[in-house]
């Protein structure tokens, strides 16, 4: 699937011609042409990368990186056109993965496009929301799992309830406790929609694997335990 990039400038006709070499690089672009819709649209995560201009009107590019960088990891490349140290420093600081200074060639921004977005999906680089057991890892930013480094393909109700399990590692979880906590209070369907769910996700998680992570608990619940 192609990368989704957020190009926020508002500089309308640079933003179409880097729209346009984006777009002939194949990736999705998208942009926005001031800092409090393109905060809005990179806070979305939708986007594997934020290109970012400083001087923008509504909220600088520095105040979206710093409101941005409360709720998100996404990598940003700032775009600016103040070659000062003190915009370079500030930037780091508050959390921005790269800088390129305006008139830049679009080759360069390129380059620069394709180690940001290496550095994300290399798994030591990128400060993920992981949660584990064992062999088990859930990211919770990329709503991905993997057992042994494999991928698992979770459906969401999957995915929520085993996020909920791994959340309260080593806690016993009784059936109406996960009725509440993945359905919702308001849920009327089958009663027996836990276990349901525990057997999809063994036959997802373990069988394939030879690895027991979820546990029974007679008459009270599931557990997932570290190992
Ligand atoms: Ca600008």
Redesign the pocket.
């Known amino acids: 699937m192609a990368e989704q990039i957020l190009l926020i400038?508002?500089?309308e006709k640079l933003a179409r011609m880097v729209e346009l070499e984006l777009r002939y690089e194949g990736y999705e672009v998208e942009k926005s042409f001031d800092g409090r819709d393109g905060l809005e649209k990179a806070l979305s995560g939708r986007y594997d990368l934020i290109l970012l201009?400083?001087?923008?009107p509504l909220l600088s590019g520095m105040e979206v990186l710093r409101r941005l960088r409360r709720e998100s990891q996404v990598p940003v490349i700032m775009l600016t056109?103040r070659d000062t140290v003190v915009d370079k420093v500030s930037g780091l600081d508050s959390g921005a993965d790269d800088y390129i200074t305006k008139p830049f060639a679009i080759e360069e921004l390129l380059a620069r496009i394709r180690v940001a977005l290496r550095k994300q999906s290399a798994p030591a680089a990128r400060p993920a929301n992981t949660l584990s057991a064992g062999h088990l890892v859930m990211d919770t930013d990329r709503h991905a799992v993997t057992v042994k480094g494999a991928p698992v393909e979770l459906t969401r109700r999957e995915f929520d309830l085993l996020r909920y399990l791994l959340e309260n590692k080593e806690k016993v979880i009784s059936r109406e406790s996960l009725l509440d906590n993945v359905w919702g209070f308001d849920y009327v369907g089958e009663t027996n929609a836990v276990d349901v769910y525990i057997r999809f996700l063994r036959a997802k998680l373990e069988e394939p694997f030879g690895e027991k992570h979820i546990h029974t608990v007679r008459g009270v619940g599931y557990v997932i335990r570290e190992d």
Request: glycine share 0%; hydrophobic share 50%; charged share 50%.
């Open positions: 400038e508002d500089e201009d400083i001087m923008l056109a």
